[in-house]
């Protein structure tokens, strides 16, 4: 069954610093989100990206995150500058279009 | 602000007894409805999903009701399995407003062997 990977499975990275999070969609999806989930809160959405820009984003997505997809496989979450707050898991997914909702495993990112 | 909750933070249930777990929601306009299953460490992964002009919804050993007049949205998982054990979240979705899904808060379910 296809999936959605997301690389790497933990990253600590100390305040203040840029980190990118990297996620390969499903092949054929044409829709991508990344969303986040603070330890033992509820998943949160950040932003959708569809036909090379973003199409939604939560107030959370602020100035300091930014998506890209660099080539035709890969989609990227940059944070600029790392917070504390931004501790959290961050989901990756992706769907053909309005059904389908396929979520990665997750990339734990811990801010020291 | 409009949300998705959860009525039950954790549910525990003996191994092969019925699991019910509900969710309330509160943005009427919502008319795409998923569970979701997640297992720690992992990320979200679909179980069943009901669209609004659906009252029940069947798969292999689970079942979505929705009640659209109290805004409430069941789960049931037949003869509940230890590797069933797991958080549960719904999520909501408005279609023509975009992709995105709101989640509620999850109930843990643990089941007993």
């Known amino acids: 069954e296809p999936e959605v990977t997301q690389t790497p499975s933990h990253q600590v990275t100390q305040m203040g610093q840029e980190v990118i999070l990297r996620c390969v969609p499903i092949?054929?999806?044409?829709?991508f989100y990344w969303y986040r989930q603070i330890l033992g809160q509820k998943v949160e959405f950040l932003v959708s990206?569809?036909?090379?820009?973003?199409?939604?984003k939560s107030e959370i997505f602020d100035d300091q995150f930014s998506v890209e997809r660099p080539d035709g496989s890969n989609f990227t979450l940059k944070i600029r500058s790392t917070k504390l707050e931004d501790s959290a898991m961050y989901f990756c997914?992706?769907?053909?279009?309005?059904?389908?909702?396929?979520f990665g495993s997750g990339t734990r990112l811990t801010v020291v | 602000g409009e949300s998705v909750g959860l009525h039950l933070p954790t549910l525990s249930v003996q191994e092969g007894d019925n699991s019910i777990i509900n969710c309330a929601y509160s943005?009427?306009?919502?008319?795409?409805f998923i569970w979701y299953k997640q297992e720690s460490g992992k990320g979200p992964q679909f179980i069943i999903d009901?669209?609004?002009?659906?009252d029940k919804r069947q798969g292999q050993r689970v079942t979505v009701l929705l009640n659209k007049t109290v805004k409430h949205l069941s789960l049931q998982i037949a003869a509940t399995q230890p590797g069933d054990s797991a958080v549960y979240f719904c999520?909501?979705?408005?279609?023509?407003?975009?992709?995105?899904?709101?989640f509620g808060g999850g109930t843990r379910l643990m089941v007993k062997p």
């Open positions: 997914a992706s769907n053909k279009a309005y059904y389908g909702y396929t």
């Open positions: 092949s054929n999806h044409l829709y």
């Open positions: 990206f569809y036909n090379n820009e973003i199409s939604e």
């Open positions: 943005n009427s306009a919502s008319d795409y």
């Open positions: 009901i669209r609004s002009n659906m």
């Open positions: 999520a909501e979705n408005i279609s023509g407003a975009g992709n995105m899904l709101t």
